[in-house]
């Protein structure tokens, strides 16, 4: 039951009638006394916590406020009676079901007659995502730390095994060796070991520097380093006889990272070999364009390609794989994705089933 001296209280602001806009507002409106009751609400209040109007009435407002935030709440009412007014100020009330509910005030006080008009906005749908966000990033920065260790790990325990390799193709005498082709494989075996532990060396390096590091670039010569990967890969080119075209007659350096450079080559090469057509041989065509002022380098084959309609959401996304290929890990594309990206630029794709893919990778300006 309302108190006597609430029924004042509420005489006292009966003057102020049934405006049309106190009564459909979808904001919560009130009347407060300094006393710390309600003199007057809109019917969005008790709507959205769920108790009568006698019940919100009858009680003191930090009542209905969750235990954690009557603490503060209380103390920012006590400036309110200091003339200072509330703005923007968020906390959580329960409602009648046991539920809370986040509401955000703005609240004017009028110390000559003990009152405090105020409008809350139900906010909680906008803190769940907040806190969403909030568990993403936290799992997301654990992923992170995750795949950094890995990163680190893998460099430095995959460079000793290298690094014996290279041993052993120190202590080889090439000069005995009477036949051409066994020499020639003997070489190109040592040339690709050393270019694994120059990479292995980078992302070792890279792991060891803060997560905000700066990826350095230079003045790349697009025909290096695709020689380059050409060389590493030599006999997979080989032995799936592909064709591959190269123009890069409108441009031919970029300022770019190299390893990048050379894992977005090395991984769109061979994925158009994998993804070749059973019954023909990989036909890839590699060259550069400038559009409106950017330079891009478009890569293309014949392939198998994918049905973008159902793939255009995750074509670059980790472990996503689009063919039942045994070597298909999905980390490629992901691979070339963060590489464009993290240094400005972009990637678009296009593609039809058995019509083959294209890609689109435009640099930064």
């Not at 008790?46 to 009542?63: A, C, H, Q, V």
């Not at 110390?111 to 995502?129: C, M």
């Not at 795949?147 to 014996?164: E, G, I, K």
């Not at 894992?263 to 994925?271: V, Y």
Request: charged residues 25%; proline residues 3%.
């Amino acid at each position: 039951m309302i108190s006597k001296a609430n029924n004042q209280h509420q005489v006292s602001v009966d003057r102020f009638g049934s405006e049309p806009f106190f009564e459909v507002s979808q904001d919560l409106m009130c009347i407060a006394g300094f006393d710390g009751y309600f003199k007057r609400i809109n019917p969005a209040v008790s709507k959205l916590l769920g108790y009568t109007d006698e019940e919100l009435f009858s009680r003191p407002i930090n009542d209905f406020v969750c235990d954690e935030d009557k603490d503060i709440t209380e103390e920012l009412r006590n400036n309110l009676k200091k003339n200072i007014p509330l703005l923007n100020f968020e906390n959580r009330y329960l409602t009648k079901k046991g539920d809370f509910v986040w509401l955000s005030w703005t609240s004017i006080p009028v110390p000559e007659s003990g009152l405090v008009y105020a409008i809350a906005k139900n906010v909680t749908h906008k803190k769940k995502l907040e806190e969403e966000r909030n568990r993403l990033l936290i799992s997301l920065s654990k992923v992170n730390e995750e795949l950094q260790h890995f990163t680190h790990m893998a460099s430095h325990d995959l460079r000793a095994p290298v690094n014996n390799l290279l041993a052993l193709f120190s202590l080889l005498d090439t000069s005995v060796i009477q036949d051409k082709e066994t020499e020639n494989l003997i070489n190109i075996l040592q040339s690709t070991t050393e270019g694994l532990k120059d990479t292995l060396n980078y992302y070792l390096d890279a792991a060891s520097q803060k997560k905000s590091m700066h990826v350095p670039t230079e003045n790349l010569n697009l025909h290096e380093s695709l020689n380059g990967v050409f060389h590493s890969i030599n006999s997979l080119i080989v032995g799936s006889r592909a064709v591959i075209n190269i123009d890069f007659s409108e441009f031919d350096t970029v300022d770019f990272n190299k390893v990048y450079m050379d894992s977005i080559f090395l991984n769109l090469i061979t994925n158009s070999i994998k993804y070749a057509k059973p019954d023909s041989h990989p036909d890839i065509s590699i060259a550069t364009r400038k559009t409106n002022g950017s330079r891009q380098l478009i890569f293309s084959d014949k392939g198998l390609g994918f049905d973008m309609e159902k793939c255009k959401h995750k074509i670059f996304g980790l472990y996503q794989t689009f063919h039942n290929n045994a070597d298909s890990k999905g980390i490629g594309l992901y691979l070339i994705y963060n590489h464009i990206n993290s240094l400005g630029g972009h990637i678009e794709a296009e593609s039809r089933i058995n019509e083959g893919v294209k890609f689109v990778l435009t640099f930064k300006d």
